[in-house]
């Protein structure tokens, strides 16, 4: 025999308690299990907290024409100096010997910011005098703007030293960003905009290189002058002068910075509540 | 290997030997009387009376009642296989009897009928008699048991052809590995179809197992056994197999047939050189070639900085090389003591004919930049002939120099020219260091009129050429060129020996020299800053300036003025303290501002707009605090002083001449460089900005989102309702 609806209406059933009862600790605790597990084993599987991000950005680098050369110029240790300070010159006294100094920095692919810098320098020597070691400190300043506004005032390293007498140090490397901290995400970073060297100080400290060095390496944002072994030519022709010639690139660095989780969090709400406002009201 | 079979199987074969009788007819004796054969060649002595013995040879079958071996007779039978060969010795006293297979031991073809060749791998077994016959009397009987195999390796067909590898997966390739040869059997490989039964017996307890014999079963990471502590992965042991080695997942897996062609190349090559080519005109870069075909060289610098003496020299390209070595003599060092008459070599001119090269001598009369200790040699007048002989000293006529100037027009040499630069130089054999010598050779193509100035660029300056300055000549109204200099300090860096070179464009710079000064120096502060301010005041000994690399120096409004910036430093009489000077103009700055003036060809032109000269006043003072008090005191301590100039090129953006507001700065909105999310980068994908994929695949991409986009609007509930609605008002 066949079978028909005869009529249907649905039912409603309310269970019903007060709120000190077990039934609501047993809701509670429910609806806890509910959230609780899937986030503990989402959150130990991988987590999903971004801590660390990155960017990347050409800094805008200037070279700030403070250049400190030593060269010893004997095996006994006679060395020749010069700086771009004119404190420390004063202090050279007779070791003090003005070299030939030419610097170009070129846009190459016409950016607006500097891609690599040809410096060259001669430092003349008498007959009696060999070059056996070269140290050469650059000042830079080194600016970036994507995220946070970060200046600082850095410096490239060169040193070389060889038991033959030279005729020419070539060095050809990159001024890479050494972080040792990530960098704000934003705001302005002024931090490291100090010059390397205390160009002002009348002091022999401030120009003793471990100090200097030293100094620079305490920061935790710095430069480091990336390069192969250095090319040290001997032969030197008689009368002609030591010559230090350098190519230094600015390249494109990757900078990590903190990742703002619930900065970003909070702008994706905001947005998305500012927009479901805004549609509800246009459709009204 | 098919003989060494044969004796294998010999020595395993029970041979049933047949009971010899020992004839006592002759005095004559077979040794060894029986012989086991798997050769075609067996060797017999036969001793005792041995004169007039003949042979007999018979293929004896043993009765089949007795076993026995038929009776030894000297009659002939019908023609066997076999020949004897006997060889009498010396004193006659023995014979030694060869008997040979006349049968080839070829292994017959399947279907040819040659006759001469074995039917069967074994292909003879049999006994054979050889009866020493004397006087038709049986003197002694040889009994050779022979079980020969065919020659197996040589009559397979040798083909050239590479394998045809077959379908592998009807067919494995590698069910047998160990089945190394052809139509034979291979000893312990036990999957090889050519051994029969009888020869698997002989080593079926010695089978190939393991890669040749074609039972492979690599252990697989899954299996339990297979995995170690400390590099298993981390489901070990939950979810590892328990299973025996013949259990693989290799099973069913086979080769494809792929077969890799071996196209490594030697490790060590020596590439083959062309030689030099006598060319039909001259391209830039290319070698000049003498004309007997040979490179045209020049000693040059290269590698770690010493010269090599047989550089070649291409066209077009100038270069300047010094070469430092030791003064030796001539006989050490030939081309230290080149004659000019050597120079004059014939190089080929590019057009088929020859230019022969002009040597011109030149005296010097000045060792300085050649020799790095001069005190320790002596340069000879060349009046001064013949050479002094002092025992102390080492005369010899030296090459310091060879400047090579190639005249060219278009693709060949017009004319070559070398000026030989010699000195004769007398060396202190006794002196202490030794002496190194600075030779100089240089190469310079010239066209056209040698002397006309060289321009600095065509229009605009190019990048390290010298900039350009120039005087009004009154009265002509001609402007005669010069350049702005900086010192080019040498030596010690006094100012006095200080040379001067040119400024070159964009090139910023700064050199400078050292005074010496003494307390004397500063009693008159006036004098010393006019001194040092006109000293300075020399490196700029020009008026005007060349806009253009090529400006006319007849057409004055291709020049502009220098402008000298006056010192507003106005110095006191009252701060020059003794001993001091203040505001002494010791750095002279020259400013030189440029600017992009359009393009030709698409390279960017540059020229200068402005030039600034100006001083920057500088406190000196003598240093005489510490331990040095006599400096302030003595005139005769001399201090010094640096004095230095430097060159800045300034480069004006000739498109926005307005400086940035604070606004303009701060505000980064549309700056990309400066703001990560910049209002231009907002469809980032769509823009420029993008390079992960190309243009226009990003747009084909962003067209095929924009179509699902509006289907799924279409298709989509506020669209499906307006229709419904749509649908139900019409109808």
Same mark, same amino acid.
């Given at each position: ?14 269970? @019903? ?102 410096? @060259? ?54 001024? @890479? ?108 | ?28 004796? +077979? ?6 054969? *798997? ?36 009659? #002939? ?134 890669? %040749?014999?074609?039972?492979? !079963?690599?252990? +697989? ?28 997942? +290799? ?26 080519? &006598? ?16 490179? %045209? ?6 590698? *770690? ?13 100038? %270069? ?37 090269? &002009? ?46 100037? +190639? $005249? ?15 000195? !004769? ?19 310079? $193509? ?39 200099? /900086? ?13 001067? &070179? ?55 409004? #291709? ?28 750095? /002279? ?50 201090? &010094?002083?640096?004095?230095?100039? *430097?060159?800045? %090129? ?12 604070? $606004?303009?700065?701060?505000? !980064? ?11 231009? #980068? ?8 993008? !390079? ?16 699902? $986009? ?22």
């Amino acid at each position: 025999m066949a079978i028909y609806e005869v009529y249907s209406h649905p039912a409603l059933l309310r269970y @019903k308690t007060s709120i000190c009862t077990k039934a609501t600790l047993f809701l509670l605790i429910v609806l806890g299990l509910t959230y609780i597990p899937p986030l503990l084993v989402t959150y130990k599987s991988q987590g999903f907290w971004i801590k660390l991000s990155t960017y990347e950005e050409q800094p805008v680098v200037k070279f700030q024409y403070q250049i400190l050369m030593i060269a010893t110029t004997s095996i006994n240790g006679d060395y020749v100096a010069w700086s771009t300070f004119q404190n420390l010159n004063n202090l050279l006294g007779d070791s003090l010997r003005i070299p030939s100094v030419s610097v170009m920095e070129v846009d190459k692919n016409q950016d607006g910011k500097y891609d690599e810098m040809t410096f @060259k320098l001669q430092l003349p020597l008498q007959s009696t005098e060999q070059v056996y070691s070269v140290n050469l400190i650059l000042g830079f300043s080194y600016s970036l703007f994507r995220m946070s506004t970060f200046v600082m005032q850095s410096m490239a390293y060169i040193q070389h030293s060889s038991p033959l007498p030279g005729s020419l140090l070539y060095v050809n490397g990159d001024l @890479k960003l050494q972080q040792r901290q990530p960098l704000n995400h934003r705001g302005l970073d002024t931090r490291y905009n100090v010059s390397v060297i205390n160009g002002s100080s009348p002091f022999a400290s401030a120009y003793d290189l471990t100090n200097i060095i030293g100094n620079y390496q305490e920061r935790n944002v710095s430069t480091v002058l990336s390069w192969p072994s250095p090319l040290w030519m001997t032969g030197r022709a008689a009368n002609s002068p030591f010559v230090i010639s350098a190519v230094i690139r600015y390249p494109v660095e990757i900078i990590t910075y903190p990742f703002q989780n619930f900065f970003n969090l909070f702008v994706c709400m905001l947005y998305a509540t500012c927009c479901y406002v805004l549609f509800k009201s246009l459709a009204k | 290997m098919n003989r060494e079979l044969s004796i294998f199987l010999l020595a395993f074969f029970s041979i049933s030997l047949p009971s010899l009788n020992i004839f006592a007819e002759g005095s004559a004796v +077979f040794q060894p009387p029986f012989i086991v054969a *798997s050769q075609p060649t067996v060797v017999s002595v036969l001793s005792g009376n041995v004169a007039g013995v003949t042979f007999t040879v018979t293929v004896a079958a043993p009765s089949l009642s007795t076993g026995q071996m038929p009776a030894p007779s000297c009659a #002939q039978s019908s023609p066997v296989h076999w020949q004897v060969t006997s060889e009498l010795s010396g004193d006659q006293s023995f014979m030694k009897v060869t008997v040979h297979l006349t049968q080839s031991l070829q292994l017959c073809d399947a279907n040819s009928s040659q006759t001469n060749c074995c039917l069967q791998p074994l292909c003879v077994v049999e006994s054979v008699q050889v009866t020493a016959c004397l006087g038709g009397a049986v003197v002694a009987v040889l009994l050779v048991q022979a079980e020969i195999f065919a020659l197996s390796s040589s009559n397979m067909v040798i083909s050239g052809n590479a394998t045809v590898i077959p379908n592998q997966v009807y067919q494995p390739l590698g069910s047998c590995p160990c089945n190394l040869t052809a139509g034979a059997c291979d000893i312990r490989c036990c999957c090889d179809q050519e051994c029969n039964s009888n020869l698997k017996l002989l080593f079926s307890s010695y089978c190939y197992a393991g890669v %040749f014999g074609g039972n492979v !079963t690599p252990v +697989f990471d899954q299996l339990c056994s297979a995995q170690n502590a400390s590099t298993a992965p981390d489901w070990f042991p939950f979810l590892c197999v328990q299973s025996s080695l013949d259990n693989s997942p +290799f099973l069913g897996l086979f080769y494809q047939g792929a077969v890799v062609n071996i196209t490594q190349t030697p490790s060590f090559r020596v590439s083959l050189l062309p030689g030099p080519v &006598t060319p039909n005109g001259y391209k830039q870069g290319d070698p000049v070639v003498t004309a007997g075909g040979q490179y %045209f060289t020049i000693p040059q610098q290269s590698v *770690s900085g010493p010269c090599l003496m047989n550089a070649p020299v291409a066209y077009l390209q100038n %270069f300047n090389a010094t070469c430092v070595s030791l003064f030796v003599s001539c006989d050490a060092n030939p081309s230290l003591c080149i004659q000019s008459s050597s120079l004059n070599l014939i190089l080929a001119n590019g057009q088929g004919g020859t230019v022969t090269i &002009t040597p011109m001598e030149r005296l010097v009369t000045d060792l300085t930049g050649f020799v790095s200790n001069p005190s320790s040699v002596t340069l000879l007048n060349p009046a001064q002939q013949p050479l002094p002989s002092v025992a102390s000293l080492s005369c010899k006529n030296v090459s310091l120099s060879m400047d090579y100037t +190639f $005249f060219w027009n278009g693709t060949y040499l017009e004319n070559v020219t070398v000026i030989h630069t010699l000195a !004769t130089v007398c060396v202190n054999l006794t002196a202490p260091s030794p002496i190194w010598l600075t030779r100089m050779f240089s190469a310079a $193509f010239l066209k056209g009129n040698p002397v006309a100035l060289p321009k600095s660029g065509n229009p605009g300056y190019q990048i390290g050429k010298p900039v350009i300055a120039g005087n009004l000549q009154s009265g002509t109204g001609k402007i005669n060129r010069t350049t702005l200099n /900086l010192w080019e300090p040498v030596g010690n860096g006094l100012c006095s020996n200080a040379k001067t &070179t040119a400024v070159l464009f964009r090139k910023d710079s700064i050199t400078g020299c050292l005074l010496q000064l003494s307390q004397q120096n500063f009693t008159n502060c006036t004098y010393l800053r006019d001194s040092v301010q006109n000293t300075l005041s020399a490196l700029v000994p020009a008026t005007l300036i060349a806009k253009m690399g090529n400006s006319d120096s007849t057409n004055l409004t #291709q020049w502009l003025n220098i402008t000298s910036l006056p010192s507003n430093v106005t110095v006191a009489p009252a701060d020059d303290l003794p001993g001091s000077c203040s505001a002494v103009p010791s750095h /002279l700055n020259i400013h030189i501002f440029i600017a992009d003036t359009g393009a030709v060809e698409g390279a960017i032109q540059q020229e200068i707009i402005n030039v600034e000269t100006g001083f920057t006043p500088v406190l000196w003072q003598l240093q005489c605090g510490g331990a040095s008090i006599a400096t302030c005191v003595n005139d005769t301590i001399l201090q &010094t002083f640096p004095v230095s100039s *430097s060159v800045t %090129f300034i480069k004006i953006d000739t498109i926005s001449l307005f400086p940035k507001t604070r $606004f303009q700065i701060n505000y !980064t909105a549309y700056d990309c460089e400066r703001n990560n999310v910049c209002w231009p #980068q907002l469809a980032y994908p769509l823009t420029r900005f993008y !390079t992960g994929e190309s243009y226009s695949m990003s747009l084909a991409k962003g067209m095929i989102l924009t179509f699902f $986009f509006i289907a799924a609007a279409v298709l989509g509930s506020p669209w499906c309702k307006i229709r419904q609605a749509w649908n139900n008002s019409t109808f």
